[in-house]
């Protein structure tokens, strides 16, 4: 069982930087591939960035350049850096889980979820 909580969601100006992070429960974080999905109202949750046990990343096409995905396994946590926010990237963001070797890139591919941080940009 693991139990995701996020944080480091709010406000934000067009243009500007937030970092989110993701804290898991767990002694076999490392184990682990961590994802961000986001949902902006009256539509699906779609994939953000994904980071696995090795450290290799990947990110949907329209945040890269602009978000990195880090994981620091001695604390447990996964951070997403958002640089150059858009009002497109306003959503609920949330983090994902599962044990697994492959990245996380699809809602059917993981287990945990967190409860969500909202993330609004505005223009």
């Known amino acids: 069982q693991v139990q995701l909580v996020e944080s480091g969601g709010g406000l934000v100006q067009a243009g500007g930087p937030l970092r989110l992070f993701c804290s898991a429960s767990?002694?076999?974080?490392?184990?682990?591939?961590m994802g961000w999905f986001r949902q902006a109202p009256g539509k699906e949750r779609n994939f953000v960035a994904a980071?696995?046990?090795?450290?290799?990343?990947y990110y949907t096409d329209s945040v890269k350049g602009r978000f990195t995905i880090s994981r620091d396994n001695a604390k447990n946590t996964v951070y997403l850096q958002m640089n150059s926010l858009k009002p497109e990237d306003t959503a609920v963001y949330y983090c994902?889980?599962?044990?697994?070797?492959?990245?996380?890139?699809?809602?059917?591919?993981?287990?945990?979820w967190g409860q969500g941080t909202q993330v609004t940009v505005s223009s």
């Open positions: 980071i696995i046990w090795s450290g290799g990343t």
């Open positions: 767990g002694r076999t974080f490392s184990r682990y591939a």
């Open positions: 994902a889980a599962e044990e697994r070797s492959v990245p996380i890139i699809s809602t059917h591919d993981n287990d945990y």
